[in-house]
T-cell receptor
Framework: LAKTTQPISMDSYEGQEVNITCSHNNIATNDYITWYQQFPSQGPRFIIQ???TKVTNEVASLFIPADRKSSTLSLPRVSLSDTAVYYC????????????FGRGTSLIVHP | GAVVSQHPSRVICKSGTSVKIECRSLDFQATTMFWYRQFPKQSLMLMATSNEGSKATYEQGVEKDKFLINHASLTLSTLTVTSAHPEDSSFYIC???????????FGQGTRLTVV
């Protein structure tokens, strides 16, 4: 399984754009990159998934360079409610994929 | 995205008793379900993986006789904590994955407190 490395914590202010980068140097050819958000005492919530280049949905963008050894989750104009832990997961989408969590990034958004 | 429902959201039980936690995929068939536990300020730790109709595969260090997992249908998996002790107090989270999705979806979690 490809191991991921993220910053342990980040601070931001309301209205700013936040970029969280995840390193996954050993990513395999058929691995997808998936990001989850977790609030205290809740299960992780799917944010976005991508394979290469750029993916955008209504809540975030995911940027993946050509070598796919890293990825960046971009949250536009964060609010206080975006304070949470964000996890980057790497793995194949096939039948053998087991979601494995690293330490995640604790994002704190200040007023 | 798909919805995974976990019940109960919190439970308090006496030491020595057993507790069952249910995990249901509401709008898709979950070919594989996963069970995690999470201690305060820590990440999710995988306990076991279960496929419908098969025995669960437990991670190293997880006692299969203590944490009974049943995945009897494509929409339901249960985790039973048997003879619970205070050290079993934790946040338990289930996850489900279906064939038509590339990602896994998670339940709301169950806060277990053993007194």
């Amino acid at each position: 399984l490809a191991k991921t490395t993220q910053p342990i914590s980040m601070d931001s202010y309301e209205g700013q754009e936040v970029n969280i980068t995840c390193s996954h140097n050993n990513i395999a050819t058929n691995d997808y990159i998936t990001w989850y958000q977790q609030f205290p005492s809740q299960g992780p919530r799917f944010i976005i998934q991508g394979y290469k280049t750029k993916v955008t949905n209504e809540v975030a963008s995911l940027f993946i360079p050509a070598d796919r050894k890293s990825s960046t989750l971009s949250l536009p104009r964060v609010s206080l409610s975006d304070t949470a832990v964000y996890y980057c997961l790497v793995g194949a989408s096939g039948g053998s994929y087991i979601p494995t969590f690293g330490r995640g990034t604790s994002l704190i958004v200040h007023p | 995205g798909a919805v995974v429902s976990q019940h109960p959201s919190r439970v308090i039980c006496k030491s020595g008793t057993s507790v069952k936690i249910e995990c249901r995929s509401l709008d898709f068939q979950a070919t594989t379900m996963f069970w995690y536990r999470q201690f305060p300020k820590q990440s999710l730790m995988l306990m076991a993986t279960s496929n419908e109709g098969s025995k669960a595969t437990y991670e190293q260090g997880v006692e299969k006789d203590k944490f009974l997992i049943n995945h009897a249908s494509l929409t339901l998996s249960t985790l039973t904590v048997t003879s619970a002790h205070p050290e079993d107090s934790s946040f338990y989270i289930c996850s489900a994955r279906g064939q038509k999705y590339t990602e896994a979806f998670f339940g709301q979690g169950t806060r277990l407190t053993v007194v």
